[in-house]
Nanobody, 120 residues
Framework: QVQLAETGGGLVQAGGSLRLSCAASGSIFKINTMGWYRQAPGKQRELVAVIISGGTTNYADSVKGRFTISRDNAKKTVYLQMNSLIPEDTAVYYC??????????????WGQGTQVTVSS
């Protein structure tokens, strides 16, 4: 059993900041990638940012320069610092973790999502 605990969503005015956290726990042997995706109403889920175990990061063009993804391997936690938020960032943000479980089976796991709303 694996759990992903997401925190940090909420309502913020345009230009403001939020920090999302996602802590993984349970039967995890090794985490490969950790990332954040988002889904706005009526749109498909899209990649926001991802970070692999070595620290390499990848961002959607729409958030480059405004969002920063980081991870704490010891805590099995990924963070998303979101600055200069704009109304178009409004969406449900989902944590995603790709890992090897205790049986060395690769698993791709999603959090339950946290709402981020940016008002104009």
């Amino acid at each position: 059993q694996v759990q992903l605990a997401e925190t940090g969503g909420g309502l913020v005015q345009a230009g403001g900041s939020l920090r999302l956290s996602c802590a993984a726990s349970g039967s995890i042997f090794k985490i490969n990638t950790m990332g954040w995706y988002r889904q706005a109403p009526g749109k498909q889920r899209e990649l926001v940012a991802v970070i692999i175990s070595g620290g390499t990061t990848n961002y959607a063009d729409s958030v480059k320069g405004r969002f920063t993804i980081s991870r704490d391997n010891a805590k099995k936690t990924v963070y998303l610092q979101m600055n200069s938020l704009i109304p178009e960032d409004t969406a449900v943000y989902y944590c995603n973790v790709n890992f090897l479980n205790s049986n060395l089976v690769r698993i791709n796991y999603w959090g339950q999502g946290t709402q981020v709303t940016v008002s104009s």
